[in-house]
């Protein structure tokens, strides 16, 4: 069976799934992918990380942390909109949201 990520059209789709875009430094845990698509219906962002977490426990252990907050270092946007200014892990999300995950980047 193929990745249900790979060749998923954008615009228009008729497969809807919610769709996780990982950076490079998560992809080995999601077997190389540089996108995971969720085919369940979740109503928030903390329900589609638990359906990610049962395909790829190992992206979700470098997102979330022990007491399932997320983790500092981590920056999460649901379509667009950092979730930090949303509702958090409570955000919603519909059947055919993006999720991108990013590093905190700091320099000095």
């Known amino acids: 069976m193929s990745d249900p990520g790979r060749g998923r059209e954008r615009a228009g789709a008729a ?7 990982l950076p490079g430094a998560l992809q080995p845990y999601a077997g ?3 996108e995971v698509v969720i085919d369940r219906s979740c109503a928030t962002l903390a329900e589609a990380i638990s359906a990610l977490a049962e ?4 992206v979700v252990d470098r997102m979330i ?7 500092p270092h981590v920056n999460i946007f649901v379509d667009g909109e ?14 055919r949201s993006t999720i991108v995950v990013v590093p905190a980047v700091s320099g000095g």
């Open 32 to 34: 190389g992918s540089t």
């Open 65 to 71: 942390d022990e007491l399932g907050a997320v983790r």
């Open 82 to 95: 950092s979730i930090r200014f949303l509702a958090g892990l409570d955000t919603p999300v519909t059947e």
């Open 15 to 21: 497969t809807a799934g919610i769709t996780f875009e």
């Open 55 to 58: 395909r790829s426990p190992g």
